[in-house]
């Protein structure tokens, strides 16, 4: 049986296409994604899943779908953007298809009936994965746009908040990931020529930014927009981090920027560290599972500032299919649903 699970994001939709053999265990997984910035081309989504799956998509028995793109402002509220995603990926596909929800896999009328139970559910999925590896651990998910912190005891997720509104005020959900956020939202001030220096509040620069200057990403990984719409070398994002203090590249040095870029770093995985250490401290936690695209950059940098054990998700997947974890957990749940 050979199951594509997609997560459909605001700004990445992500592929996991995993062949199960008659046992049910994984025999071959293959992944990838397409930036599709869904407040401007959800129109298109039908369109990038046929692109995603490729040549394969005859091969295809069923498909499993998680999602957080409803929040783009694209839709009016998150219940327009559910139903418009589900509409889309029912319009798509005639095998059969399910839905991540807070509570596991629901078919498309169950959906309808109640949309916000799949609404921003991706993180539902991942955890299943890291619920393999360790029954007892925080999930720690960095993505391009947000961090997931999820606390597993017993060998199950035990989030106390269940839309992205409550995660936000429990600390499991954190917005800031390793590409899209913007500067002006991880610091106020910036250290420079032996001072202290208030940022400006513009779309100047973003987190890819500071993470290629400091040649955690490459230019490939740069896989979103940039703020200025040019390019993506590593001039570029100097020139685009020298704004965030109202400057340019005559007046702020390539050592002064990437001074700058460490600090905000460390500001950002001091952030992401305070909510790990809140959520560790509620549920008595001791070890931390990290994932996605900012595993080895944010999250793990994270862990260490809680001083928390981690154990990479890359001693389970490759590094490749942690990048698009949510989409593999979804479908291995795809999987169960269609067995049970």
């Known amino acids: 049986m050979r199951i594509a699970g997609f997560d459909i994001g605001g700004a990445n ?4 296409i995993i062949n199960f053999d008659q046992n049910g265990d994984m025999e071959d997984i293959k992944v990838d994604f397409r930036y599709l910035p869904m407040w401007m ?38 219940k327009d953007g559910v139903l418009d995603i589900v509409k889309r990926v029912q319009d798509t596909f005639d095998i059969p298809t399910a839905y991540v929800g807070l509570s596991g896999m629901i078919d498309y009328s169950q959906v309808c009936s109640n ?69 002006a939202a991880l610091v106020d001030k910036v250290p420079y020529d032996d001072g202290w220096f208030r940022v400006s509040s513009e779309l100047f620069a973003i987190s890819a930014d500071v993470h290629h200057v400091l040649d ?57 560290s305070e909510a790990i250490i809140d959520v560790a401290e509620r549920n008595s936690l001791t070890q931390v599972i990290t994932t996605g695209l900012g595993m080895n950059i944010i999250a793990s940098k994270a862990a260490k500032i809680a001083e928390i054990d981690l154990i990479g998700m890359d001693e389970f997947l490759t590094h490749e299919e942690c990048v698009v974890a949510p989409a593999v957990g979804t479908a291995l749940m795809m999987g169960d649903y269609l067995r049970y």
């Not at 939709?13 to 996991?16: I, V």
């Not at 995603?52 to 998150?78: C, F, R």
């Not at 993180?123 to 961090?147: E, H, K, N, R, Y």
């Open 13 to 16: 939709t992500d592929l996991a």
């Open 115 to 183: 949309p916000l139970q799949v609404a921003a559910a991706n993180w539902i999925a991942t955890s299943q994965i890291a619920s393999i590896m360790s029954s007892d651990c925080i999930m720690v998910d960095v993505g391009s746009t947000t961090t997931d912190i999820i606390p597993i005891k017993n060998g199950s997720e035990c989030a106390r908040g269940r839309s992205d509104l409550e995660r936000l005020g429990t600390g499991e959900l954190v917005y800031s990931g390793t590409l899209r956020t913007n500067v």
């Open 216 to 272: 955690n990403i490459t230019s490939e990984e740069y896989s979103c927009d940039t703020p200025d719409g040019s390019g993506k070398t590593k001039k570029d994002s100097m020139r685009r981090i020298s704004r965030v203090l109202c400057g340019d590249l005559d007046i702020l040095s390539s050592s002064d920027i990437e001074f700058i870029c460490d600090y905000i770093y460390n500001q950002q995985a001091l952030k992401i």
């Open 41 to 78: 081309k959800n129109e298109e989504l039908g369109d990038y899943l046929i692109d995603l799956i490729g040549d394969e998509i005859n091969q295809i028995d069923a498909v499993g779908v998680s999602m957080t793109a409803e929040l783009v402002d694209a839709y009016e509220t998150k």
